[in-house]
């Protein structure tokens, strides 16, 4: 049976008169992959800054792989890794060079080649991070989480702006990270992808959270209230059909 690596209980953030997040608890299990779904300004950003320790709670507990949030930041931040957005990067560094300097930063020693083979990157190893496709960056970005060995992963919206392929790609490499025992967080606008990638998903709103379950039991569950979709299901859809027409490998910029 699976143990809870991060645990939340009552959680709240409140800014001057509004409350962000509204006293939510939930459990993460260790090595599945959790998404937590919401629209925009629901709570969902907030929560998990909370869990990276990148932002004070009003009240509540945190327990990340058994260290209290209060009590231990620094142990929490040592088995945890954190996707950047690109804007966090050193843009005239190439690849080798920012992953020295971040396993400076965490007093780690890192084969860069290595790391670079698990995103499929070594080609791009002297290439300076302002030149890589949408889809390098983001594979790379997720290189940098892994740096130092995190038990916890967190992805913002990982695929944002990629096209079908290497939005696929980066499916497969979530799910590689996952098989070797990560646990990794996600947040995404796609449903599709939540789908397709996690375990169970929460969804926020509100500061609220409003369903938590496999996503195959909250589809069973509309579906038991009588919901049908106005249009028939089909048995593919039309991203299928591009990938089926132009192939799965990546085409880099």
Partial sequence: MAQTIISVKNLRKKYGDFEAVKGISFDVQEGEI?????????????????????????????????????????EVKKVIGVQLQASGYYPGLTLVELIHLFAGLYNEKVNPLQLLDTVNLRDKAKSKFKELSGGQKQRFSIATTLINHPKI?????????????????????????????????????YMDEAEVLCDRVAIIDSGNIIALATPDQLI??????????????????????????TGKHLREE
């Fill in 34 to 74: 959790f998404g937590l779904l919401g629209p925009n300004g629901a709570g969902k950003s907030t929560t998990l800054e909370i869990i990276e320790t990148l932002r004070s709670k009003t009240s509540g507990e945190v327990w990340v792989d058994g260290f209290n949030l209060d009590t231990a930041p620094n």
């Fill in 153 to 189: 992963i967190f992805l913002d919206e990982p695929t944002t702006g990629l096209d079908p392929q290497a939005r696929r790609n980066l499916w497969d490499l979530i799910r590689d990270i996952r098989s070797k025992g990560t646990t990794v967080i996600i947040t995404t606008h």
């Fill in 220 to 245: 069973d569950e509309l579906v038991a209230t009588g919901f049908e979709r106005p249009k028939e299901v089909k048995q593919a859809n039309l991203e299928d059909v591009f990938i089926n027409l």
